[in-house]
């Protein structure tokens, strides 16, 4: 178990050292890269007209998704009338839909709990 910890400690120190000589300029780069995303002059009155530009703009989005979910659920209630037709490649991604669904769902639970799987949070 010693000789793990070290080999952590060692992999640790290795990682450091690689961020802490590269990690300056991974950060000019990237600022350089996306320069275009960048509002200047930076300041609360800038950040809070952009966060309401979002806030607005995801709201005005709402009906076209809406209308997406809808038309969705009609094609699955179609699929649901015609379903002596349906292949079973079709239920069986259907099927690895749900599971993925049923999994996303416990892990959410999981976290919520703070990562403990009896649910007994000290």
């Given amino acids: 178990m010693a ?3 070290r080999q952590f400690q060692s992999k640790a120190c290795q990682a450091s050292k690689f961020v802490s000589q590269h990690g300056a ?5 990237l600022l350089e890269q996306n320069k275009q995303y ?3 002059p930076a300041s609360a009155e800038k ?3 952009l966060s309401k530009q979002l806030l607005y703009t995801r709201l005005a989005s709402i009906p076209g ?4 979910f809808w038309k969705e ?3 699955v209630k179609n699929l649901w009338k015609n379903r002596a037709d349906l292949k079973v490649e079709d239920a069986g991604i259907a099927a690895l839909f749900g599971l993925e669904c049923f999994a996303w769902f416990c892990a959410g639970e999981i976290v919520g709990r703070g ?3 009896t649910g007994y949070y000290p």
């Fill in 47 to 49: 950040c809070t007209e």
């Fill in 3 to 5: 000789s793990k910890l």
């Fill in 115 to 117: 990562f403990t799987f």
């Fill in 73 to 75: 659920l009609g094609q």
């Fill in 38 to 40: 960048i509002q200047e």
């Fill in 65 to 68: 998704r809406y209308e997406a």
């Fill in 25 to 29: 300029a991974y950060y000019k780069q």
